[in-house]
């Protein structure tokens, strides 16, 4: 039992707090130990995560997590408050920490009334800004800390600089530097319900990990914390389990529920013996101190259908907003559920991959193993580059669309890619310039280092055997013998070159200089195997892509810009669909009038290490808007 019970810890932690279990591993010597770390002791300390909860209002923005907060994490020392890096509201771009900055720093106007409060939340004040974040404190108890994470430091520092400047110019007063209370902040008596909202706050992830509602707002009401609760049909309202989480004597708070009403098996009169989720229902529970102490925390959870009223565009729209705001797919399918009339079968993972390369259903089906999760293997370090670097090459020599290239399919493997092309001499010089070639026909001025070409019965084989590395290769299927040799021989101005000679130092050189990390060749790779569905069927579709170095050490992005390809939704699901060869996260997205120049960026992994850019410039398809 003692030797499951540390896993099971990390998991309970993890659904309350909503922290990661990569980030429990990487600051476990530092946390307090659970479940102590989710209990606050200083009034001060309450009082100020129950402000900013407060004052930040995160629950009035789409994010990608429920009330704009991704965790809650509570070290030795402090309490840190990760802000999800972007939101949307009323069709725009919100900046959370700008937002964070303008809503919780005090400041006094100085025609404001003696009786009236200071702007922002009272009593805080700056601590300072490092690489972590924003650091706050209360002014009556300096002990009290609490840091927002998840921007970068200078992102922090521009925002804090800008709203300095707006407050001065206005004639306001910035308090958060003051060492004391101000006259303004004396009028302003502490909450005796800050215990309520410090709790809540420190258990943020129950309302992303244990709710089911795609919509969570929450504001002050009466002596307490009012929570609203948004659920989708036939998505059901998940509040047995979330009072059970909140109540809970180890991991919860010492709350017991005082009123309580549900309209779940509520039935129309006309009716009588169906249910029916055309009704709007509204559960709620009221919960209260067992010890009776202020304060009070009512949820109130709503439930309604998607195919009524004002609900069916507000439904609709506000799954756009989450899923722009980066919100995981699969939270957005647990909470805002296809209704089963509404529901279509996903294709299965050989039709998937099958529409990514060309492939019949058949051949696709033959490719995969019977427990398969993936339509494409895993490729080696030494192929994903290979693939990468074809790529990048094609595109260098110009826009890139299947049909100038001959792609009929490709049928992707671990170590090779066999691509079948359309047997005409034009799709064969096109692919024998990626062989490396230079003025006197030895010093590689251009195509792919290493590149080695070999005749073979089942096609041309594009070899590059790197030093003490694997074999990667590309077989060229299609292809007429007679039509190679001819390009090649053109390529060499009458020179045929070696199958299989060795690498030259100029060659070895610009190999290694060209290194770069495995997540670089990995976003090649990926768009490679999935060219085919990514151009889109347009006959004039195109795409050119091109990569160049990141902001952040060892990572670089790329830049795909996009022909006439397919719709946002296509596109999207394409490129995010963990299944097929990328799996990347919609980070950021602008679209501009009639879908003619829209963008997008998505990162892989947790949406740090790259970024790939989509340009549409003629993606005006019926789903385009999706």
């Known amino acids: ?19 990661s279990l990569a980030n429990l591993k990487h600051t476990a010597s530092a946390r307090m130990p659970a479940p102590d770390a989710l209990r606050t002791a200083s009034p001060a300390q309450q009082d100020l995560e129950h402000q900013v909860l407060l004052r930040y209002r995160g629950g009035s923005l789409y994010a990608a997590h429920p009330l704009a907060i991704a965790y809650t994490r509570v070290v030795g020392d402090r309490t840190e408050v990760r802000l999800d890096p972007q939101a949307r509201a009323f069709d725009e771009r919100v900046d959370t920490a700008e937002r964070a900055i303008e809503h919780l720093l005090p400041y006094t106007h100085p025609t404001a009334r003696p009786d009236e409060g200071p702007g922002g939340a009272p009593g805080i004040r700056l601590r300072g800004i490092d690489r972590i974040g924003l650091h706050l404190t209360h002014v009556s108890d300096p002990s009290a800390h609490l840091v927002l994470t998840g921007r970068s430091e200078a992102a922090w520092s521009a925002h804090l600089q800008t709203r300095t400047v707006e407050l001065t110019t206005a004639g306001c007063i910035p308090l958060w530097n003051e060492p004391d209370p ?23 992830g129950l309302f992303s990990r244990v709710s089911t509602a795609y919509d969570t707002y929450y504001g002050d009401r009466h002596n307490g914390l009012v929570v609203v609760l948004r659920h989708l049909h036939p998505a059901l309202p998940a ?27 509520l039935r129309r009169p006309d009716r009588p013996y169906t249910h029916d989720h055309t009704w709007e229902r509204t559960c709620h529970v009221t919960l209260t101190h067992r010890d009776g102490i202020p304060g009070r925390l009512l949820l109130r959870f709503m439930s309604s259908s998607a195919d009524i009223g004002a609900e069916a565009g ?20 647990r909470t805002m559920p296809t209704p089963p009339s509404q529901q279509r079968s996903r294709p299965s993972l050989a039709a998937r991959r099958a529409t990514c390369t060309g492939e019949t259903l058949a051949e696709a089906a033959r490719a995969l193993t019977p427990d398969a999760t993936s339509a494409f293997p895993i490729a080696t370090a030494q192929q994903e580059r290979l693939e990468s670097e074809v790529l990048q090459t094609m595109s260098a020599l110009r ?13 992707p493997m671990s170590d090779q890619i066999t691509i079948d092309l359309e047997p005409a001499p034009h799709i064969a010089r096109q692919w024998a310039a990626l062989l490396p070639v230079g003025s006197n026909g030895r010093t ?9 070409h070999e005749q073979r019965p089942d096609g041309v084989h594009l070899i590059r055997h790197a030093p003490g590395s694997a074999t990667a290769r590309v077989i060229l299927w299609g292809i007429e013998i007679s039509q190679w040799m001819d390009a090649t021989t053109a390529l060499r101005h009458g020179t045929s070159p070696a199958s299989l000679t060795p690498w ?3 060659e070895a050189g610009l190999y290694s200089v060209a290194s770069r990390s495995a997540c670089e060749h990995y976003i090649g790779s990926g768009l490679m195997r999935m060219i085919r569905a990514v151009c889109g069927a347009s006959a004039s579709s195109a795409i050119a892509i091109s990569s160049r170095p990141s902001e952040k050490p060892r990572c670089w992005d790329w830049r795909v810009n996009l022909f006439d390809g397919p719709g946002h939704g296509t596109l999207l699901d394409l490129l995010t669909d963990s299944s097929l060869a990328l799996g990347l996260e919609l980070w950021k997205h602008s679209c501009t009038t009639g879908h003619r120049a829209c963008r997008f960026r998505l990162t892989n992994g947790g949406g740090q290490s790259l ?9 005006a398809r019926p789903d385009a808007a999706d």
């Open 314 to 333: 507000s439904a609709g729209e506000a799954r756009r907003e989450l899923a722009l705001a980066g919100a995981p797919r699969g939270w957005l399918r």
């Open 182 to 204: 101000t006259e303004a902040e004396r009028s302003y008596s502490s909450e005796t319900w800050s215990w309520m909202s410090a709790g809540v706050l420190r258990r943020i």
């Open 399 to 411: 826009a890139l669309t299947p049909r100038l290239l001959g792609i009929r399919a490709l049928h």
């Open 239 to 265: 509040h047995d389990e979330l009072v059970r989480r909140l109540t809970d004597p180890a991991w919860g708070m010492p709350l017991v529920i005082s009123e309580s009403h549900c309209d779940c098996r």
């Open 611 to 619: 970024s790939i850019y989509t340009t549409l410039r003629n993606a």
């Open 1 to 19: 039992m003692s030797s499951r019970q540390p896993s099971r810890e990390a998991a309970l932690y993890r659904m309350y707090t909503g922290d």
């Open 504 to 506: 030259t130092e100029e």
């Open 444 to 452: 590689p001025a251009m195509g792919i280092p290493g590149l080695r």
